[in-house]
């Protein structure tokens, strides 16, 4: 087990993105499952006052820190991370070693598309299985938005994903939803691996542009996000997550004085 460092009550694995790729490789050879999350500031204020938020983070395998004031928090108080581990990165890397190991993966999420032309989880997973050979695409679907909504539609998408029996499922349908349809799968696939990855599928099919890379490194990224869908965001991040932020920085800072 990885050493754990605690942020507001919530543990996160000090881990590097390659080592969550060897845990998650190491796991599957010995026949276990698991479940990544990966909080940002949005993620782990909500923990602090949602109990179902908390309970998606206490019954993750792995927690690593997406969100850089999570690190710069941590390093204030004298207990630092090592690094940033997005869910925008292991989509890449945990499917280029899985590749190596001959395993599969399923990709739930996505844009969905009009009859006759590929979805976004389907462009996204011909670009990933390019990327990495060896790996196995056992199955993919851009489920229609409000689908958990419909007990039929929720019904047909957890019933492919079971049947295909993937190693890893790659779940980008937004938070909270795609943790609670994590809660709900992985019952039904003990031995397979979830990833939580918000707009991943979207950034591999080519939906959605990324930060650059100057402003990921700068914590910034949630800038980019907002400058692209202001009326979504404005609220959450300027309301309530900005303010959260400065507060965790400053209680972390007087900790490691």
């Given at each position: 087990?990885?050493?754990?460092?605690?942020?507001?009550?919530?543990?996160?694995?000090?881990?590097?993105?390659?080592?969550?790729?060897?845990?998650?490789?190491?796991?599957?050879?010995?026949?276990?499952?698991?479940?990544?999350?990966?909080?940002?500031?949005?993620?782990?204020?909500?923990?602090?006052?949602?109990?179902?938020?908390?309970?998606?983070?206490?019954?993750?395998?792995?927690?690593?820190?997406?969100?850089?004031?999570?690190?710069?928090?941590?390093?204030?108080?004298?207990?630092?991370?090592?690094?940033?581990?997005?869910?925008?990165?292991?989509?890449?890397?945990?499917?280029?070693?899985?590749?190596?190991?001959?395993?599969?993966?399923?990709?739930?999420?996505?844009?969905?598309?009009?009859?006759?032309?590929?979805?976004?989880?389907?462009?996204?997973?011909?670009?990933?299985?390019?990327?990495?050979?060896?790996?196995?695409?056992?199955?993919?679907?851009?489920?229609?938005?409000?689908?958990?909504?419909?007990?039929?539609?929720?019904?047909?998408?957890?019933?492919?994903?079971?049947?295909?029996?993937?190693?890893?499922?790659?779940?980008?349908?937004?938070?909270?939803?795609?943790?609670?349809?994590?809660?709900?799968?992985?019952?039904?696939?003990?031995?397979?691996?979830?990833?939580?990855?918000?707009?991943?599928?979207?950034?591999?099919?080519?939906?959605?542009?990324?930060?650059?890379?100057?402003?990921?490194?700068?914590?910034?990224?949630?800038?980019?996000?907002?400058?692209?869908?202001?009326?979504?965001l404005a609220g959450r991040y300027l309301r309530h997550d900005a303010p959260y932020a400065l507060r965790l920085l400053a209680l972390n800072a007087v900790r490691g004085r």
């Amino acid at each position: 087990m990885s050493e754990r460092i605690v942020l507001d009550g919530i543990a996160v694995d000090a881990v590097t993105e390659e080592q969550v790729v060897a845990a998650v490789r190491s796991a599957l050879d010995r026949g276990e499952g698991g479940r990544i999350v990966t909080p940002n500031v949005d993620i782990l204020r909500q923990a602090r006052v949602d109990p179902e938020v908390r309970a998606y983070l206490d019954d993750a395998t792995l927690v690593v820190a997406d969100g850089t004031p999570l690190v710069w928090a941590s390093r204030l108080a004298g207990t630092p991370l090592p690094a940033r581990v997005t869910g925008s990165d292991l989509i890449w890397s945990l499917s280029a070693g899985l590749g190596q190991d001959g395993r599969s993966v399923y990709l739930l999420g996505g844009e969905p598309a009009d009859p006759g032309w590929v979805d976004g989880a389907g462009r996204a997973a011909g670009r990933l299985a390019a990327a990495s050979p060896g790996l196995h695409v056992a199955g993919w679907r851009s489920p229609e938005y409000g689908f958990e909504q419909d007990e039929y539609a929720l019904y047909s998408v957890c019933r492919e994903v079971i049947e295909a029996k993937p190693d890893l499922v790659y779940v980008g349908v937004g938070f909270p939803k795609q943790e609670w349809l994590v809660s709900v799968l992985r019952a039904e696939l003990p031995f397979s691996w979830f990833l939580g990855c918000g707009a991943a599928i979207n950034f591999v099919a080519g939906d959605q542009e990324r930060a650059p890379e100057w402003m990921q490194r700068s914590g910034l990224e949630w800038a980019h996000r907002l400058s692209h869908e202001p009326r979504r965001l404005a609220g959450r991040y300027l309301r309530h997550d900005a303010p959260y932020a400065l507060r965790l920085l400053a209680l972390n800072a007087v900790r490691g004085r």
